[in-house]
């Protein structure tokens, strides 16, 4: 009775793919191929890597401005002491009449200037930021203003050197 065990025609034991392929039913990829398979974690490191790296680049260039305004401070604060002591070496060099009239210049230009905030404003105001270009008129009004300028040159002829130097050496 043994011998009466034959399992070669066994409708049943068919190779599954082939029959898969028969009835046209795809297969989903097996749970054992990793290659194929999404891995949620890599994808959520991968967005808190993106989102991480861009609160740096805010964080970075806030403290750029940041580093940038402190400069722009100081050297302000810089002419304005530079101003102040040149006008100072100048006051103390002009007779009593000359103290007199630059005293009286002084109160009436800080009068025309609250006058002009008050004034005066609208009508100065502006859309745009305009570059100044070669050529242009420069108006400084005090010592403060020259002050700026030179700085502003002396920053533009250190540039021109510096490439200069970086011409001459690219062409020997």
Do not use: Y
């Amino acid at each position: 009775m043994g011998d009466n065990w034959d399992d070669s025609d066994d409708e049943w034991d068919v190779d599954d793919d082939a029959l898969d392929a028969k009835l046209g039913i795809k297969k989903e990829a097996p749970e054992g191929n990793w290659d194929e398979e999404e891995d949620l974690a890599l994808k959520e490191k991968a967005a808190q890597d993106t989102a991480q790296l861009a609160d740096l680049k805010k964080k970075g260039s806030a403290l750029q401005a940041k580093k940038q305004a402190d400069k722009e401070r100081q050297e302000e604060l810089e002419i304005a002491r530079k101003a102040m002591e040149l006008e100072a070496e100048m006051e103390a060099k002009m007779s009593p009449d000359e103290r007199r009239v630059l005293e009286r210049q002084r109160i009436e230009e800080a009068d025309n200037a609250v006058t002009e905030d008050l004034f005066g404003a609208v009508e100065k105001m502006s859309v745009g930021a305009k570059t100044q270009e070669a050529g242009d008129k420069v108006v400084m009004k005090d010592m403060k203003d020259h002050m700026k300028h030179a700085r502003k040159v002396a920053d533009c002829l250190k540039v021109s050197a510096m490439l200069d130097v970086i011409i001459v050496w690219t062409q020997s």
